[in-house]
């Protein structure tokens, strides 16, 4: 009960306040947060330089240096675009967060085919979720992992949802595909977290270390033949991002083992590599070592 208490004064007294400031205020604050968490308290410094530097060894220390600083001032202003999105308006959404060919995704649509879509923590995720489903003519699902928070976990699912993305539980995505066979959807994956199990991962080399990726995407795709399209998010300025859709398969059932997680993984680390300071460096996505007995596959395209 307290600790409800204590999230809603949060909410209400402090996250409200902040997120109804305008956007040129708020990365008045993005600049101030840089200061401390680069400057100052070196926030989770030794696993974001420690990322950079594995993922980039042939780049000079001053290179690595240059996109570690660069994570740190764009990582700061997602946090402040996190914020804001608890109050921007479906007007706001649409002029920061713009849809390259939605058409891509559409044609599935009139082919009365549901589409799952992969996609990385690359640039605005939490912008992008909340403007998907207005892009799409599909319903748009997102899978996501609750927060322990259930005070947090409500606001959150809401406030990705205003606008009519709906989300489910990781544990529910089984049922939701079984449920929603005869809807037309867009399901949509974040690959890129670090899998809970690493026997079930697919092991591949990604930024220049061996990876354990989910699997999920394709398996999913696979067992229903749904087609797999990965959006890439770019940043065009400050607070304004287009989205680029591009298709990974249209025909799962006929790929080999691995070729799905493979393609929509080199896509991503294809985004990475040309801009790296936009990737969230800032988890353990390396935390776990591959077992002996599982070997290291390829896809060459």
């Not at 989910?214 to 607070?239: D, M, Q, W």
Request: one cysteine or more; a positive charge.
């Amino acid at each position: 009960m307290l600790n409800k208490l204590l999230s809603a004064l949060l909410y209400y007294l402090v996250i409200l306040p902040v997120s109804s400031l305008p956007f040129f205020l708020l990365y008045r604050i993005s600049d101030v947060l840089f200061f401390i968490f680069y400057y100052l308290i070196r926030y989770r410094r030794k696993v974001i330089h420690g990322n950079i530097c594995r993922s980039f060894p042939d780049r000079s220390s001053k290179e690595q240096e240059k996109i570690t600083r660069d994570f740190y001032s764009h990582f700061c202003d997602i946090i402040v675009e996190s914020l804001k999105i608890f109050t921007i308006s479906r007007e706001q959404v649409r002029e920061r967060m713009k849809f390259e060919n939605p058409e891509l995704i559409n044609r599935y649509f009139e082919q009365g085919r549901s589409v799952i879509l992969a996609g990385g923590h690359y640039n605005n995720w939490e912008l992008f979720a909340v403007a998907i489903d207005e892009a799409i003519r599909h319903k748009s699902i997102a899978i996501y992992k609750p927060l322990s928070n259930s005070f947090f976990d409500e606001k959150m699912r809401k406030t990705r949802g205003k606008y009519g993305l709906h989300m489910i539980p990781i544990k529910e995505v089984k049922k939701e595909f079984e449920e929603r066979k005869q809807e037309l959807t867009t399901m949509i994956f974040g690959t890129d977290q670090s899998p809970g199990n690493v026997n079930k991962a697919y092991w591949m080399h990604f930024l220049n270390q061996e990876t354990a990726v989910l699997f999920g995407t394709e398996r999913f795709a696979v067992e229903y033949n749904y087609p797999v399209v990965y959006g890439c998010i770019h940043k065009v300025s400050r607070g304004h991002y287009r989205v680029e859709f591009k298709v990974v398969t249209d025909d799962p059932a006929s790929t080999a083992y691995g070729e799905i997680t493979s393609r929509h993984t080199r896509l991503l680390e294809e985004d990475i590599l040309r801009k790296p300071e936009f990737w969230l460096w800032s988890h353990r996505r390396w935390k776990k070592k591959r077992p002996a007995h599982i070997e290291i596959r390829e896809h060459v395209y």
